[in-house]
């Protein structure tokens, strides 16, 4: 079955640009139709989707983030990516990357998860 | 945008007993709607799609139900290990994803 794990800095100075990248294995990110995700969790709170990406290449963000965040796929190692700029405080939270899938009747969910990854904003 | 709301907050039951979790969409969503199970320190896991459907390898003391705004998840019969928060999340057009704010189970 499909898996994927997060990697990058547990801790960022503010102002800085996280940078995380989820690999996935056991299955190739460019075979049928799913979307790439990352979703974050502030700590103790709910969850965040921040925003997706299909192996072509095609984006979409979370429209109170879209400013800031940027995903990328690299094909050939089997990954994607997160970039946040302009980091604060209030982005410390467990990051996680996750596979979308849809159904033949028009959900549109998120069936396998990283393990997730705490980043904290401190100086 | 689309919001959601759960209820209760978080609950304390006994092993063997049934448990329900509302969560209400402030439009139709048709069956749009899935829930996701969250143990301490863990990712979620993603429980119920399309509000009725059981993942694979799920038990089957997990079920949904529900249509357009309103929606259940029940435990028929609370395990231990059933210990956690449950979310619910829905999709718009935008596109969107939301979750709800999440309900956590106790064991009493």
């Known amino acids: 079955q499909v898996q994927l794990q997060e990697s990058g800095p547990g801790l960022v100075k503010p102002s800085q640009t996280l940078s995380l990248t989820c690999t996935v294995s056991?299955?190739?990110?460019?075979?049928?139709?799913?979307?790439w995700n990352w979703i974050r969790q502030h700590p103790g709170k709910g969850l965040e989707w921040l925003g997706f990406?299909?192996?072509?290449?095609?984006?979409y963000y979370n429209p109170s983030l879209k400013s800031r965040v940027a995903i990328s796929v690299d094909t050939s190692k089997n990954l994607f990516s997160l970039k946040v700029t302009s980091m604060t405080a209030a982005d410390t939270a467990v990051y996680y990357c996750?596979?979308?899938?849809?159904?033949?009747?028009?959900?549109?969910?998120?069936?396998?998860w990283g393990q997730g990854t705490l980043v904290t904003v401190s100086s | 945008d689309i919001q959601m709301t759960q209820s209760p907050s978080s609950l304390s039951a006994s092993v063997g007993a049934r448990v329900t979790i509302t969560c209400q969409a402030s439009?139709?969503?048709?069956?749009?709607l899935h829930w996701y199970q969250q143990k301490p320190g863990k990712a979620p896991k993603l429980l119920i799609y399309?509000?009725?459907n059981l993942e694979a390898g799920v038990p089957s003391r997990f079920s949904g139900s529900g249509s357009g705004t309103d929606f259940n998840f029940t435990i028929s019969s609370l395990q231990p290990e059933d210990l956690a928060t449950y979310y619910c999340?829905?999709?718009?057009?935008?596109?969107?994803?939301?979750f709800g704010p999440g309900t956590k189970v106790d064991m009493k």
């Open positions: 996750a596979r979308g899938a849809s159904s033949w009747n028009g959900g549109y969910y998120f069936d396998y």
């Open positions: 056991s299955g190739s990110i460019s075979s049928g139709d799913y979307y």
């Open positions: 990406i299909f192996s072509s290449g095609r984006t």
């Open positions: 439009q139709d969503i048709r069956k749009n």
């Open positions: 399309d509000a009725s």
């Open positions: 999340q829905q999709y718009d057009n935008l596109p969107l994803f939301t």
